[in-house]
């Protein structure tokens, strides 16, 4: 039972990428045994309608058997009325939860506008879902090179915002990155393993840095990245059954019935 966090419909402006059609890239996903994807859009980190943006992913949601593509949507503080996009997200769409980009979008996690947002997620329950980079900066299109977003003030803002839920996708490049220990500490920060590099790298995660098992999802970055190699993860790290159940799916269920922090 596969729930894939970390996964994203539309095209990809810069190339066409394997499964960039919804119907291949749910193809996909059932071939290899995901049961459940939280999908946000790529039009989201280029599109200034971000309500036009939301409306078409719930709509290519709807298409699919119930829960299966559960949407996650844009919301871009930089934007004029970013907070009635963020209401439309809740109130009218009724999603779980939103999938920021402060890299595309051109803020820093220490902007008030950026803590602005996340206490209004907070106060309505949100699952946030920050996205520090989406692909390798060394192989990005010449015109269109993106930073990756400083993580640094992000443990501060864990701390001070103990019942906000945070995911952070691609936010893991290697085993041994050097995150913040505060970070790894925080108890409402999950993270994703799309990006894990190493061989053995989440039981390196699990075992050696200490991170609990409870507060790691699994995630593909479909289609952007392949699907098998997320897989692939699980099989060659070192991991107790209840370890892999966790990270699989149970997590991730967990935090999206929740309304708090996790555990």
Known sequence: MIVDVNVSLSRWPMRRLPCDEPAKLVERLRRWGVDQAWVGSFDGLFHR?????????????????????????????????????????????GMPGIRLHPNYHGYKLDDAVCEKLLVEAERRGLLVQLAPRVDDVRVQYHLVRVPDTDLKPLADLAARHARLRLM??????????????????????????????????????????KVPAERVVFGSN????????????LQESDLAQAELAAICGENARRLLAAKGPPG
């Open 222 to 233: 479909l289609p952007f990245y392949n699907l098998e190699s997320a897989l692939l993860k």
């Open 49 to 93: 309608d971000a309500a036009g943006v939301n409306a078409r992913l719930v709509e290519e949601c709807g298409r699919w058997p119930k829960g299966f593509l559960v949407p996650f949507g844009t919301v871009n503080p930089m934007l004029p009325d970013w907070e009635e996009d963020l209401r439309r997200c809740h109130e009218v769409h």
């Open 168 to 209: 952070l996708l691609n936010g893991l490049r290697s085993a041994k990155d050097p995150l913040p220990a505060p970070l790894l500490e925080a108890k409402n920060v999950t993270f994703d393993i799309a990006m894990l590099e190493l061989v053995g790298g989440i039981g390196h995660l699990l075992h050696r840095r």
